[in-house]
T-cell receptor, first 119, second 114 residues
């Protein structure tokens, strides 16, 4: 059973506000990820982290920032929200290597997502 | 340039019949493939995976087939149940990059009719 949590689940906010989307996992996973997804579209990776104090930009450019000062916590911040930021934000985590039969692969476990609407 | 494609946006199947969802990829470095299921307003849930050293992996009602030469994989659900109605995402990973990053397709919405 995957234990990864996101808050808030839904957020409606005005343009220009600063927001932080929370993501926490209790599985002790090293790798964590943030995706952005719009209806009918693929999930786009916007940030990822290999562990504490490690953060990298993903494949899709994003104005958001992330931090990883604790293994279990990977918050995403938007300094000034705009309508173009309206989307679903999904957080995921996975183990660092150690997959089946010693393979480097591991599935990612996802949180329930945050649906952000910027007016 | 989309590296993972699910060309069918939607699929409708009768309960009890087989559902076949397809996925194509372009990057020959991909060597691990996954299927996720997603309900509205929820995060994706891992279903089944396959590495490139295999051509088939089975888990209960779900079977994934991989055709490396065609760069194609498919998910078979037999028998289909109304609770299977959801969006299904195909994803791929390049193990040599050691990043664990997944590249997702656009998803296929499956509707299973009672």
């Amino acid at each position: 059973e995957a234990d990864i949590y996101q808050t808030p689940r839904y957020l409606v906010i005005g343009t220009g506000k600063k927001i932080t989307l929370e993501c926490s996992q209790t599985m002790g996973h090293d790798k964590m990820y943030w995706y952005q997804q719009d209806p009918g579209m693929e999930l786009h990776l916007i940030h990822y982290s290999y562990g504490v104090n490690s953060t990298e930009k993903g494949d899709l450019s994003s104005e958001s920032t992330v931090s990883r000062i604790r293994t279990e916590h990977f918050p995403l911040t938007l300094e000034s929200a705009r309508p173009s930021h309206t989307s679903q934000y999904l957080c995921a985590s996975s183990e660092f290597g150690g997959g089946l039969a010693g393979s480097p692969y591991n599935e990612q476990f996802f949180g329930p997502g945050t649906r952000l609407t910027v007016l | 340039d989309q590296q993972v494609k699910q060309n069918s946006p939607s699929l409708s199947v009768q309960e009890g019949r087989i559902s076949i969802l397809n996925c194509d990829y372009t990057n020959s470095m991909f060597d691990y493939f996954l299927w996720y299921k997603k309900y509205p307003a929820e995060g994706p849930t891992f279903l089944i995976s396959i590495s490139s050293i295999k051509d088939k992996n089975e888990d209960g009602r779900f079977t994934v087939f991989l055709n490396k030469s065609a760069k194609h994989l498919s998910l078979h659900i037999v028998p289909s149940q109304p609770g299977d109605s959801a969006v299904y995402f195909c994803a791929a990973s390049d193990g040599s990059s050691n990043t664990g990053k997944l590249i997702f397709g656009q998803g296929t919405t499956l509707q299973v009719k009672p």
